[in-house]
């Protein structure tokens, strides 16, 4: 299995993962500030670049996907509701993608944005901005939706089996990993034990502190 992170100055977190057999790879959420690096590894590694895949549509940071796209032909996909332009496919909840032996399944994870998207990979699940390690994802956008939120948390990331490594898209207190048990039991907005109100009301104070 191969597996690399990538941390960008602003602590958004990006990865490069391929199948160990053919070589295949994606890249998920991939930051401008970093292609020269998802390049240099793609070449340390011989990997052949297969897809760039976006979470949601970033309002934080540009998206190499345009620039990786060029370099490698690698096809851009983006979740549905992003309405990104030019890019190669749009994916939606129950999709699959291949990559090599391997496979990524598409789950809808709303919340932070409408169109937000997690990627499940084997025994990892990438978050984007819906959970982080430790916390939710922001609920500041003009589109968030706390609710949302909360239900694609409990109802479908904790759902995942309890050993399933979450890789969120932002580095928090130094935490850039965590696991669906872990996050179950100690996640400070979002425990099993949290109720809906509880998270949208906690969601709701936050945001209105930020404005």
């Known amino acids: 299995m191969i597996l690399r992170q990538f941390c960008a100055p602003d602590g958004q977190l990006s990865y490069l ?17 970093q292609e020269q690096e998802y390049l240099e590894t793609i070449q340390r590694l011989g990997l052949r670049l297969e897809y760039t ?7 934080s940071h540009l998206s ?23 890019v190669d ?26 169109c937000s998207l997690s990627y499940l990979w084997g025994g990892y699940v990438f978050t984007g901005h819906t959970l982080l390690a430790g916390i939710a994802g922001s609920c500041e956008r003009p589109d968030s939706d706390a609710g949302q939120m909360f ?4 109802k479908c990331l904790y759902a995942l089996p309890a050993i399933t490594v979450v890789l969120p898209g932002l580095l928090v207190l ?38």
Request: aromatic share 4%; charged share 30%.
């Open 53 to 59: 895949v976006e979470t949601h549509a970033h309002e």
């Open 89 to 114: 496919g749009r994916l939606e909840d129950g999709n699959t993608v291949f990559i090599g032996e391997g496979r990524i399944d598409v789950l809808h994870t709303p919340g932070h944005s409408p």
């Open 151 to 154: 239900d694609s948390i409990q």
């Open 64 to 86: 190499a996907s345009p620039l990786l796209k060029a370099e490698t032909g690698a096809q851009w996909l983006s979740p549905r509701l992003a309405e990104l332009d030019d």
């Open 17 to 33: 993962f391929a199948d160990p057999v053919t070589r295949y790879a994606a890249a998920i959420d991939p930051h401008t500030s």
């Open 174 to 211: 130094e935490k850039d990993s965590t696991s669906v048990g872990q996050e179950r039991e100690r996640n400070k907005d979002c425990q099993t034990g949290t109720t809906r109100e509880q998270f949208v009301r906690q969601k709701q104070a936050k945001t209105h502190l930020m404005r």
